[in-house]
């Protein structure tokens, strides 16, 4: 399925800083080869860019390449996403996407069975829709219900989003789990991803084995049914 990852910073970076993007990116990548994409984030100013890799879809070239970008211009929050085409196979479906009105960005892993009936609420409330993507359904829907939303959905997901007027970092995952998360708190500022890897890989030299974890899981192959993971650090 598809991978997501991103963060929020305590203080800004240059947006042509990339030490952390590419740490998040590349363990991610095998989960979604079709397409990949971010947005980097001025959380003070409410400004969001989207840009696009050299993994990222040929139909998403009007995208400005992350390492083309000249404008210098400071950032604290990313969202980042690779992609696995199931439902909208179309440049459609390209992530992180972004609401019809620009306040809700969103990556998303999974597949949301009911996504056609929500559709259809949203519809008669007024809401247009651009895409046949379930991921507009998520965002959209998010925009009318807020965490209502969650509630109603039925499938499995990881969900992160931002709303760029609250500046609120949002993340959800399905109520059994399927959806792999997982984050990290270092001193500068909050981490997330679809594999344990990414957040290793942020900053290796402050990382620790939970040898508890460990052997809890030799002993018994149970993995996830609390918050911890093999590594101090990262929790799911």
């Known amino acids: ?49 989207s840009y696009r890799t050299n993994f990222t879809s040929a139909k998403m070239l009007h995208l400005t390449h992350i390492g083309d970008d000249t404008h210098r211009l400071a950032h604290d929050a990313a969202l980042i996403h690779t992609r696995y085409s199931i439902i909208d196979l179309s440049e459609g479906g390209h992530q992180p996407f972004v609401s019809q009105d620009g306040s809700i960005i969103a990556v998303f892993n999974g597949e949301i069975y009911n996504y056609i009936e929500l559709r259809e609420e949203l519809v ?17 829907g998010y925009r009318v219900w807020g965490n209502a939303l969650w509630n109603k959905m039925n499938g499995f997901w990881a969900v992160a989003m931002y709303d760029v007027k609250s500046r609120a970092l949002i993340l959800s995952r399905d109520r059994i789990g399927v959806a792999p998360l997982y984050y990290r708190e270092p001193p500068r500022g909050f981490f997330f991803a679809s594999t344990i890897r990414s957040l290793v890989d942020i900053d290796p030299e402050e990382i620790s084995r939970d040898t508890d974890v460990l052997v809890g899981f030799v002993q018994t192959g149970i993995k996830d049914h609390e918050n911890t993971t093999c590594f101090r650090q990262i929790r799911s």
């Open 1 to 49: 399925m598809c991978g997501i990852a991103g963060y929020i910073l305590k203080a800004p970076v240059s947006h042509q800083d990339k030490s952390y993007i590419d740490a998040l990116i590349g363990p991610i990548r095998m989960r979604g080869p079709d397409d990949e994409g971010l947005c980097l984030i001025d959380r003070e100013r409410q400004f969001v860019r």
């Open 124 to 140: 008669a409330r007024d809401v247009r829709f651009r895409t046949s993507s379930d991921t507009e359904v998520l965002v959209e």
